[in-house]
């Protein structure tokens, strides 16, 4: 231990340095502090305050969070609306044009609606291909990828690839309604004065292709008698070549009552998620899965299936009986008499069909056949020729019309209902025309490359707040969108000259586009997608304003603890400048006295 020396007066000197020290230091911690507007540089500074601004700077920090998350979604939202008006915009586009043309009955018009449905199906496709930062907006998680492959590769295909786009699909459509005969599929025979007309005896075909007899009237004299005999729906047996795997898709095609198709997507599940919606259960074998799908459809007609290969599922009609309808001409009829046929398509339209007894007849007549003026069974024989000749006009006429574009609106909405999963590529007709492939195709264009989640807002969730959240998401290959793309492109894949038939086949298909911008019973309007993302905006405004407010409150509360008050520190530093000086005149004139001043 050192003992330093001590002498009288060190104490007291020792006191006044460590003032002088004490002073200075506290001046140049005050001359800090009003340069930086801060009260320390380290938190231990703080004393007691650090514990406040420590946690008032990490929620300060988590409303910054909030804040750029919502002005990064802001943009998206702006971005994703826009789009969805323009698509809006061109579906009525296309929708007024076809309109106008059908009530200007302009023969010379129709070609003008298909270059303008293909703009503006060109134009559709930029739209939902936008971009916000270098994220797709409409292809859900899958923000690095395209959407939706162009208008050309949709219409026309990728024949380098050995793709086929719509138009070949449409095409194929056609031909399997139309049947080798023109007629919608339907057999038609005359045995002296009884004509009988038949459904396709294929119990696939008839729940897919052609025309179904609806109803068959007569009036009039009575000579002409019709008839109708219903017919019976085949057993549809589901079979599996393999067990499918957890997660793999299957697609099911089932008729409803108004005689249209709804498409099912059902997905194979172990356990108790196999009994879910859209879902069916795994089962012990094969045969049992089969069953499990069967009985997940809830007692739905079946009318076609698809998969990918494996599992391979496949359905099997057999039985029922194809209906049928007999007009007898039990003796000559008079002028006026009529039979009318009530013809079903399998978009859920009808088409009817009346055929009048004249005195005369155009020998080109599909609504007018002529009465002979042969006495007794040869006359009514060859009036019964002549309803068969007209009947056979009739059918074809109704077949290129009609049908025509109902295969046109059904392949439409088929092709759009392609998918990227396994197994769920469009509908495809068979190749001997009788019914639809159960393998999926790998030679169809599949227009959709996006995410394929079931709930398209979820695929984008912003945090907005500590536990608030938004989602933003969408995918182009939602139902409202999807009509809307099937709609433009149906037009835009067709080609009309100026003949009345392809002026009844242009209205006929303006009927059918307008019911694919309408959405479908129970799912989402564009303008319902459209008010989706309103509410989003509304609550990322609403939530911004929560945290700018937040923000500021909180920073509020930091005044005294992290940062001072110029003007009080100002005040502080110039009077410790003072007492510093003052104590530094002192000192120098204490340094300065000694005890021979006092002897002189």
Partial sequence: ????????????????????????????????????????????????????????????????????????????????????????????????????????????????????????????????????????????????????????????????????????????????????????????????????????????????????????TSSGSGALVANRTAGTKADVTLSLAEQPAEGSQVRVVVQLADGSQKTLDLTARAGEAGNGPGSFLIGATKEATALNLKAALGGADIASVQSANPPGLAAAFTGGRPASATVALGSQPVAGDAITLKLGMHDGTTRTITLTAGATADATSATTFAISDKPGAAGIAETAANLDATLKRALQQ???????????????????????????????????????????????????????????????????????????????????????????????AERFSGA?????????????????????????????????????????ANAKSVAGATKATLENSLDGVDTVSTEEVAAKLLSLQTQLQASYKVTSILSEMSLVNFLR
């Fill in 500 to 540: 009345t038939t392809d002026g009844d086949r242009f209205q006929a298909l303006s009927n059918r586009a307008a019911t694919l911008f309408t959405a479908g019973e129970g799912a989402a309007s564009l303008e319902d997608m459209g008010t989706d993302f309103g509410l989003a905006a509304s609550s990322m």
């Fill in 398 to 492: 109704a077949a290129a019309t009609d049908l025509s574009a109902s295969s046109t609106a059904r392949a439409s909405l088929n092709f759009f209902e392609g998918s990227p999963v396994a197994g769920l590529s469009p509908r495809r007709v068979n190749a001997d025309g009788d019914g639809y492939a159960q393998t999926a195709s790998s030679k169809t264009v599949i227009w959709y490359k996006g995410d394929t989640a079931a709930d398209a807002r979820g695929t984008v969730a912003v945090q907005v707040g500590t536990s608030r959240t938004v989602e933003i998401g969408a995918q182009a290959n939602e139902e409202a969108i999807r009509r809307s793309l099937a709609g433009i492109a149906a037009v835009a």
């Fill in 1 to 216: 231990m050192t003992i330093n020396a001590f002498a009288a007066g060190t104490y007291r000197f020792d006191r006044q340095s460590a003032s002088l020290v004490g002073m200075k230091n506290q001046l140049d911690g005050l001359a800090r502090q009003l340069s930086t507007g801060r009260t320390s540089e380290t938190y231990g500074g703080l004393g007691a305050g650090r514990t406040t601004s420590l946690s008032a700077h990490a929620a300060i920090s988590a409303q910054d969070g909030y804040l750029a998350a919502i002005t990064s979604a802001e943009t998206r939202v702006k971005v994703t609306s826009a789009s969805l008006t323009q698509l809006k915009t061109l579906a009525d586009s296309t929708q007024a044009n076809l309109t106008n043309i059908v009530s200007s009955r302009n023969q010379a018009l129709p070609q003008t609606s298909v270059q303008l449905a293909a703009n503006n199906l060109s134009a559709a496709v930029d739209a939902l291909n936008q971009q916000v930062g270098g994220v797709y907006v409409f292809s859900g998680r899958a923000t690095d990828t395209s959407p939706v492959v162009s208008d050309q590769a949709i219409l026309n295909g990728v024949p380098s690839e050995g793709l086929d786009g719509l138009k070949t699909l449409i095409a194929e459509q056609k031909a399997a309604d139309l049947g080798p005969a023109g007629n919608g599929r339907l057999s038609q025979s005359l045995a002296g004065s009884s004509l009988t007309l038949s459904e396709d005896g294929s119990g696939e075909a008839r729940a897919n292709l052609g025309f179904s007899l609806e109803a068959a």
